[in-house]
T-cell receptor
Framework: QKEVEQNSGPLSVPEGAIASLNCTYSDRGSQSFFWYRQYSGKSPELIMFIYSNGDKEDGRFTAQLNKASQYVSLLIRDSQPSDSATYLCAVNDRGGSTLGRLYFGRGTQLTVWP | ETGVTQTPRHLVMGMTNKKSLKCEQHLGHNAMYWYKQSAKKPLELMFVYSLEERVENNSVPSRFSPECPNSSHLFLHLHTLQPEDSALYLC?????????????FGQGTRLTVV
């Protein structure tokens, strides 16, 4: 059974702060990792993906992956109230040219207050 | 139209009814998925189709019956559902060869079984 664990939160940070979201996964064979954002009543939308150990930056977002520790995180710098949403960590047990069988965590609810 | 579209957005049905959910993707992807999202639970993968062929059925009860007539369309036929089947049903698609295999989600169908 592949498990993806996230702190459910809620995580509350002030506007302009750094929000740190964490995720651990059980399957050492996992190869690709995704962060989705889901606003209330909406569908998930992809914001970051990462395949290799280390950091990957995209604007205010940084994904960090440590396969040895089976840990992936998402940092949001200069948090804005519009970042308030549930963040879903997803793990794919295959990479490259195979189907996107994603295993999701329960999500962490983030609130950024002005 | 672009992306992944689902209809209807909301559905209320009795336990003896038969209804169908529809999904259409305009992304040229080869793989399509049905996910179930219940309150306080992770997104659950239900079915995976690749090039119109079902490649995965995650122990879903037979009262849920998927159909994929072509790579752009996916249906979920529902009959004799139970109240615990009430949830958000999400359709997704992905490119199943090469590149980043992230899933793009539709807006979902909010299903209530009464």
């Amino acid at each position: 059974q592949k498990e993806v664990e996230q702190n459910s939160g809620p995580l509350s940070v002030p506007e302009g702060a750094i929000a740190s979201l964490n995720c651990t996964y059980s399957d050492r064979g996992s190869q690709s990792f995704f962060w989705y954002r889901q606003y209330s009543g909406k569908s998930p939308e992809l914001i970051m993906f990462i395949y290799s150990n280390g950091d990957k930056e995209d604007g205010r977002f940084t994904a960090q992956l440590n396969k040895a520790s089976q840990y992936v995180s998402l940092l949001i710098r200069d948090s804005q109230p519009s970042d308030s949403a549930t963040y879903l960590c997803a793990v794919n047990d295959r990479g490259g040219s195979t189907l996107g069988r994603l295993y999701f965590g329960r999500g962490t609810q983030l609130t950024v207050w002005p | 139209e672009t992306g992944v579209t689902q209809t209807p957005r909301h559905l209320v049905m009795g336990m003896t009814n038969k209804k169908s959910l529809k999904c259409e993707q305009h992304l040229g992807h080869n793989a399509m998925y049905w996910y179930k999202q219940s309150a306080k639970k992770p997104l659950e993968l239900m079915f995976v189709y690749s090039l119109e062929e079902r490649v995965e059925n995650n122990s879903v009860p037979s009262r849920f019956s998927p159909e994929c007539p072509n790579s752009s369309h996916l249906f979920l036929h529902l009959h004799t559902l139970q109240p615990e089947d009430s949830a958000l049903y999400l359709c997704a698609s992905s490119q199943d060869e090469g590149g980043v295999t992230e899933a793009f989600f539709g807006q979902g169908t909010r299903l209530t079984v009464v």
